[in-house]
Antibody, heavy 118, light 106 residues
């Protein structure tokens, strides 16, 4: 059974780049036809889809974040990553990675809290 | 951008109740809709995709219906473990979530 685990700094300074990695275990990130996504949730608020990368390497991003987001895959490490540049306090949230098809995300990581503060 | 709304935003219910949550899209999304359940401190859990297809392992008391712009999630007989927040998500264009509906104990 595939499991996902987010990792990365829990504290990022304003204007810097947030970098998170999602490690996939129990299966190969390059097998099958899946979308590998990032979603975030500020404390006490709803879910916001950030973007995704397909098995082929193609990406889709939330237009509201597109200028600051990069999602990439490292098949040798069975990981995919999120980079969000020029962060502000508004980017403070729990960040989740997830795997799914085009129409849903059925497998999620447990989430990791990232705080943007000086 | 497709905007998703949910109603109600929150409500109280009792174990055994039949509950219905509504999700509306700002434009037609065919059946590209999923429903998730989230409990405090936990990741969301996929319940239903393609508007009405039950995810493997999800109890049959959950059901989804609708197409186009109007969708519903129904829990036929509310159980104690169902008290949670429910989100709809459209996949017609870049994915976006509804604001959530919190179901708590009456």
């Amino acid at each position: 059974q595939v499991q996902l685990q987010e990792s990365g700094p829990g504290l990022v300074k304003p204007s810097q780049t947030l970098s998170l990695t999602c490690t996939v275990s129990g299966g190969s990130i390059s097998s099958g036809s899946y979308y590998w996504s990032w979603i975030r949730q500020p404390a006490g608020k709803g879910l916001e889809w950030i973007g995704r990368i397909y098995t082929s390497g193609s990406t889709n991003y939330n237009p509201s974040l597109k200028s600051r987001v990069t999602i990439s895959v490292d098949t040798s490490k069975n990981q995919f990553s999120l980079k969000l540049s020029s962060v502000t306090a508004a980017d403070t949230a729990v960040y989740y990675c997830a795997r799914g098809g085009y129409d849903s995300s059925g497998t999620w990581g447990q989430g990791t809290l990232v705080t943007v503060s000086s | 951008a497709i905007r998703m709304t949910q109603s109600p935003s929150s409500f109280s219910a009792s174990t055994g109740d039949r509950v219905t949550i509504t999700c509306r899209a700002s434009q037609g999304i065919s059946s590209y809709l999923a429903w998730y359940q989230q409990k405090p401190g936990k990741a969301p859990k996929l319940l239903i995709y393609a508007a009405s297809t039950l995810q493997s392992g999800v109890p049959s008391r959950f059901s989804g219906s609708g197409s186009g712009t109007d969708f519903t999630l129904t829990i036929s007989c509310l159980q104690s473990e169902d008290f949670a927040t429910y989100y709809c998500q459209q996949y017609y264009s870049y994915p976006s979530f509804g604001p959530g509906t919190k179901v708590d104990i009456k």
